[in-house]
C-alpha cells in the first residue's frame, strides 16, 4: 500500500508475478489507494486477466469496473470462458457494471450450456443490460420449471421499470398459472420505485 502511494499505479507491477493470493481486504485497501490518485494514466488492467493467479484476475475485473475502463470490453467479454466459477460471475458483474449490452446476446447463446448459478447471474445482470428485444428470451427464463431462474426472470423484467413491469402484467393477466401470478406479483412488489 506504502508503495502505491508513493509510486502510483506503476507499482501495480508486482501482480505480474504474483504467486499468492491476494485477499479481499488486500484488494479493497490497494482500490482505495488508488482511487485517490489524481490525474494518473490508467494501466492496462486487462493484462492481469490472464495471470495464472485467480485472485489478480478477479482484482483486475474489480479495477476494471472502479475505473469504469470500456474499452476493456472485449477483454471482459473473454472471461466467460475461464475455468472458474469465481472468474465467470465477477465477468458476469463486470459486464453489467460497464453495461456491455453487446455481450447478452452471446450469454443468451450459452445459457443453458451453464450451470445454474451462472444462469442466475446471467438473469441478474440482464436486469441491468436487457433491452426489449431481449423480453422474450427472458420470458422463457420466466416459464422454467426451476422456480429460482423463474424468479430471477421476474426481477430481471421488473428491474426494467414500467416497460418490463407491463411485460410481467401482459403474461400475469393472459396465461400465468396461480405460481407463476406469484412470482411476478412479488417481482413487480418488490420493485416499486
Known amino acids: 500500500l506504502a508503495l502505491v502511494r ?3 499505479f506503476d507499482s501495480l507491477r508486482f501482480l505480474d508475478d504474483a504467486k499468492y493470493p491476494i485477499s479481499e481486504w488486500q484488494q479493497i485497501n490497494l482500490l482505495g489507494v488508488l482511487s485517490s490518485l489524481q490525474n494518473q494514466d490508467l494501466p492496462d ?3 492481469w486477466l490472464k495471470s495464472k493467479n485467480e485472485t489478480v484476475v478477479l482484482f483486475a475485473l474489480k479495477m476494471i ?5 470500456l474499452d476493456f470490453t472485449k477483454e471482459v467479454i473473454k472471461m466467460l470462458n475461464h475455468e472458474s466459477l469465481k472468474v465467470r460471475k465477477a465477468a458476469i458483474d463486470a459486464i453489467g457494471e460497464l453495461d456491455a449490452a453487446s455481450a447478452l446476446s452471446l450469454l443468451k447463446k450459452r445459457f443453458y450450456g451453464y450451470e445454474k448459478d451462472f444462469q442466475i447471474e446471467v438473469l441478474r445482470v440482464s436486469g441491468k443490460i436487457a433491452i426489449e428485444k431481449d423480453f422474450p428470451f427472458l420470458e422463457l427464463q420466466l416459464l422454467s420449471e426451476d422456480f429460482d431462474i423463474s424468479k430471477a426472470s421476474a426481477t430481471a ?5 414500467n416497460i418490463g413491469k407491463k411485460f410481467l402484467s401482459k403474461i400475469h393477466d393472459s396465461y ?3 405460481k407463476l401470478k406469484i412470482v411476478i406479483q412479488n417481482a413487480i412488489n418488490n420493485n416499486l420505485n
Open 6 to 8: 508513493l509510486v502510483n
Open 65 to 69: 469496473i472502479h475505473f469504469s475502463c
Open 157 to 161: 423484467l421488473a428491474s426494467k421499470g
Open 45 to 47: 488492467f486487462s493484462r
Open 176 to 178: 400465468a398459472d396461480e
